[in-house]
């Protein structure tokens, strides 16, 4: 079992920062790719960022390229998400997931493991 847990989330005004955390535990944290899905209430979740398990390849959906940035801390059992510019269109709760391979992936498929949420929203 992985316990996913994030933290970070807020109320930020249009153009503001937000550094999202996920800390895992209950399995080898170094092992697995993780990634960052958000949610819309009466939309799918979707995609946003993934990291490999050491970091070295990520991936990101395209209206968050070049403003947020996906990181992680091995020693920590910890990911990040930073999160720039913020844009009222990127108001959601944002999910942290454990990938089932090493390897990053855009498909909720490819995750395992989901924590339970932190909301964030960007007033106009």
């Known amino acids: 079992q992985v316990q996913l847990v994030e933290s970070g989330g807020g109320l930020v005004q249009a153009g503001g920062s937000l550094r999202l955390s996920c800390g895992a535990s209950?399995?080898?944290?170094?092992?697995?790719?993780m990634g960052w899905f958000r949610q819309v209430p009466g939309k799918e979740r979707e995609f946003v960022a993934a990291i490999s398990r050491n970091g070295g390849s990520t991936l990101y959906t395209d209206s968050v390229k070049g403003r947020f940035t996906i990181s992680r801390d091995n020693a920590k059992n910890t990911v990040y998400l930073q999160m720039n510019s913020l844009k009222p269109e990127d108001t959601a709760v944002y999910y942290c997931a454990a990938a089932r391979s090493s390897l990053v992936t855009t498909l909720q498929r490819g995750y395992n493991y989901w924590g339970q949420g932190t909301q964030v929203t960007v007033s106009s």
């Open positions: 209950g399995r080898t944290f170094g092992s697995n790719a």
